[in-house]
């Protein structure tokens, strides 16, 4: 496994070993010593450390990737490069299930780098002639999520500042889920592309989502300020000149979070008998405000 240390690969790992399951995980930085996972220390740019961890394997699960760097180069070294690295040490192991995570936002490759670059990815993961699934997620919000926990934190004063458009969610623990069924199913997922969410049709306007948000932090009214999407590429631009390699707002990210439909598509829903949202986006939310809460970041 890839990007086990980040925020949807703890809850993978986490829900793997109760599973059953014995996890080779790659890291960059030492971590404890824990049962059911061996840690292999490396980098996506390090073909022995790959090789390591794929040796032995029955699935490789590909999580690890950037979302948030300055430059085209640097999106496709940390997407679609890194994804070719994984893709060659699986096939030189011998494994032959592969499951990518990648994004929405592959669906528009010509938005963003961004996006570009997770849509050169699958392409990769595509052509490898391994037997893959790629899973394709909206907003993943949950405990330990760092990119949703503004929007809390607004909706928790009572105004949430939203860009235009409607939004599909899907709760971490969801999702890892999924990804878990995924490395046990051997035949129905194999060469398709999923897009998973919380049940919620149609997904949702932003403002809703803030209201939900608000519900579960304790504001029984959150007012939504739409962003048009111009203010927000502005803003992008003001951010990356002020904080430059620290940006959180690139222009490449308003780009992406400016497109007014990031819902997912009805006919790339997972099959029911594979996988179906279980957990109620409303406890869910409450669930993450608890983290938050307990961790004080809210």
Known sequence: MTGATGFV??????????????????????????????????????????????????????????????????????????????????????????????????????????????????????????????????????????????????????????????????????LARLLVALAADREASIGRVYEPDDGHRGGWTYGDFARAIGQAVGRAHVRALPVPGTLLKAAGRLDTLVRRKAAKLTLDRARYIAHPDWVVAESARPPAMLWKPAIDTNDALAETVRWYRQEGWL
């Open 9 to 174: 690969g703890k809850a993978v790992l986490r829900q793997a070993i109760a599973a059953g399951w014995r996890v080779r995980a790659l890291t960059r930085r030492p971590q404890t010593k824990r049962d059911g996972v061996s840690w292999i220390a490396g980098a996506l740019d390090n073909s022995e450390a790959l090789a390591e961890m794929a040796a032995g394997s029955a699935v490789l699960i590909h999580i690890a990737g950037v979302v948030n760097v300055p430059t085209r180069a640097a999106f496709e070294a940390g997407n679609a490069t890194a994804t070719a690295h994984v893709v060659a040490a699986a096939r030189g192991a011998g494994v032959r299930r592969f499951i990518h995570v990648s994004s929405l936002a592959a669906r528009e490759p010509s938005i963003s780098n961004y996006g570009w670059s997770k849509a050169r990815a699958e392409t990769i993961v595509e052509a490898s002639g391994l037997d893959w699934t790629i899973v394709r997620p909206p907003a993943v919000f949950g405990p330990g999520d760092t990119e949703m926990l503004d929007l809390f934190r607004m909706a928790r004063r009572g105004v949430a500042l939203v860009p235009p458009g409607r939004m599909s969610a899907i709760y971490v623990e969801e």
